[in-house]
């Protein structure tokens, strides 16, 4: 399961399956899901606006109670990891980073040499980060830069 939450008392979680739980501060209850393909992440924006994303093309924006679903379903698209960076959300797959304007996504330009890979996203106030098998990018909001991946020196 993958966790995340505005407030300490306002947690959702979600999971295998289309698995979806929220947490009031006193108790867990289940949440009707949007979809029963396995979700790899929730990322909420405030306390009015939650994002989902996980497989099967999986991508929704919601209030915690009706979800609105921003692509069809597709077998072979994994959304790995979504971020929150200047405000605007970044949504990944394992080749190719996305950023969602007007509830689209729309593919991100990135001119770096080497392999591009995602994984994982982070934020925060300077810096968007994406990671990946053999890829780490940092984002600055104007300059794309690529760091030798650990692994690999």
Known sequence: MRFAGP?????????SGGAMFRYDGHRWRELESP???DLERVLCVSEDETWI???GGSL???DGDTWRALLEPAEDVTFWDMARFRDRIYVCTDKQLFVIDDDEPTPVEIDVDGPLEFYRLDAGDTDLWAIGGECVLQ???RVWRQHVCPDNT
Do not use: A, K, M, S
Not at 7 to 15: F, K, L, P, R
């Open 60 to 62: 929704y924006r919601g």
């Open 53 to 55: 994303c996980g497989e």
């Open 7 to 15: 407030t300490e008392q306002d947690i959702y979680g979600v999971g």
């Open 35 to 37: 979809t029963d393909y």
């Open 139 to 141: 984002f600055d909001g």
